[in-house]
């Protein structure tokens, strides 16, 4: 294995605001003059480009082809096992780990789809990536009802394999409740992850100053980090 930083950037669902929040790390390191690539290895629902694979082109990486920022593309959005068992293009997991390794730059983002245990074919997950490359991980996790358990499993199965992931507890909501004010708390209470901090609602238009100010709250964090 080469001597790059991986950074590996799961949820504990789907929908729960992980491309956003990539979009806005990549745009933060940018904006801190650290150079990096970003993949996103497999990305489904496809119709036919790569949703996701499309706002990192635009705003992250315009001179790079889309078929290096998502090298395995499916069109039905479903798990990527599912999907390439359709399309009759199972994904081998020996080139998946190349497409992300052989990347030059010395950090390397990685987004992943769903959570660690989304299948990839029938003998590999998301999960076998993170074991495989030992990345630090980011958990995005969707402050709403439900986060504490999909976070804490996520947190454990980490932890199983020696890695321990950087929780960003992010509301999908405009609304406050008794529930979102009071996830965090709970989950610095009975989390051994650490909890790198909590994302507002994101409500503007993607361009670089909102998602400057959408990853302002982490900002401190980040930087001693990278």
Same mark, same amino acid.
Do not use: W
């Given at each position: 294995?080469?001597s790059?930083?991986?950074?590996?950037?799961?949820?504990?669902?789907?929908?729960?605001?992980?491309? &956003?929040?990539?979009? +806005?790390? =990549?745009?933060?390191?940018?904006? $801190?003059n650290? #150079?990096?690539n970003?993949?996103?290895? *497999? /990305?489904?629902?496809?119709?036919?480009?790569?949703?996701?694979?499309?706002?990192?082109?635009?705003?992250?990486?315009?001179?790079?082809?889309?078929?290096?920022i998502?090298?395995?593309?499916?069109?039905?959005?479903?798990?990527?096992?599912?999907?390439?068992?359709?399309e009759?293009?199972?994904?081998e997991?020996?080139?998946?780990?190349?497409s992300?390794?052989?990347?030059?730059?010395?950090?390397? &983002?990685?987004?992943? +789809?769903? =959570?660690?245990?989304?299948?990839? $074919?029938?003998? #590999?997950?998301?999960l076998?990536?993170? *074991? /495989?490359?030992?990345?630090?991980?980011?958990?995005v996790?969707?402050?709403?009802?439900?986060?504490?358990?999909?976070?804490?499993?996520?947190c454990?199965?980490?932890?199983?394999?020696?890695?321990?992931?950087?929780?960003?507890?992010n509301?999908?909501?405009?609304?406050?409740?008794e529930?979102?004010?009071?996830?965090m708390?709970q989950?610095q209470?009975?989390?051994?992850c650490?909890?790198?901090?909590?994302?507002?609602?994101?409500? =503007?238009?993607?361009?670089?100053?909102?998602?400057?100010?959408?990853?302002?709250?982490?900002?401190?964090?980040?930087?001693?980090?990278?």
């Open positions: 294995m080469n790059n930083r991986y950074f590996f950037i799961t949820g504990t669902d789907t929908g729960v605001g992980k491309t &956003l929040f990539t979009l +806005a790390l =990549g745009t933060f390191l940018k904006n $801190n650290i #150079k990096y970003l993949i996103k290895p *497999i /990305e489904t629902g496809c119709t036919p480009l790569p949703e996701d694979g499309v706002l990192y082109q635009k705003y992250l990486f315009p001179n790079k082809e889309i078929n290096k998502v090298p395995f593309q499916y069109q039905l959005p479903a798990s990527p096992y599912i999907s390439a068992k359709i009759r293009k199972e994904i997991f020996a080139n998946l780990l190349k992300i390794t052989t990347l030059p730059e010395d950090i390397i &983002l990685i987004e992943g +789809a769903g =959570g660690l245990m989304v299948p990839i $074919n029938k003998e #590999k997950t998301f076998d990536i993170v *074991i /495989e490359i030992q990345p630090e991980v980011f958990i996790a969707a402050n709403k009802l439900g986060v504490i358990n999909h976070t804490l499993l996520t454990k199965t980490l932890l199983k394999y020696g890695l321990q992931g950087k929780i960003i507890l509301d999908i909501y405009p609304e406050k409740n529930v979102s004010e009071t996830n708390e989950l209470l009975f989390s051994n650490e909890i790198l901090g909590r994302l507002p609602y994101f409500s =503007g238009e993607i361009n670089r100053k909102e998602l400057i100010g959408f990853i302002e709250p982490l900002a401190n964090n980040l930087k001693a980090l990278f």
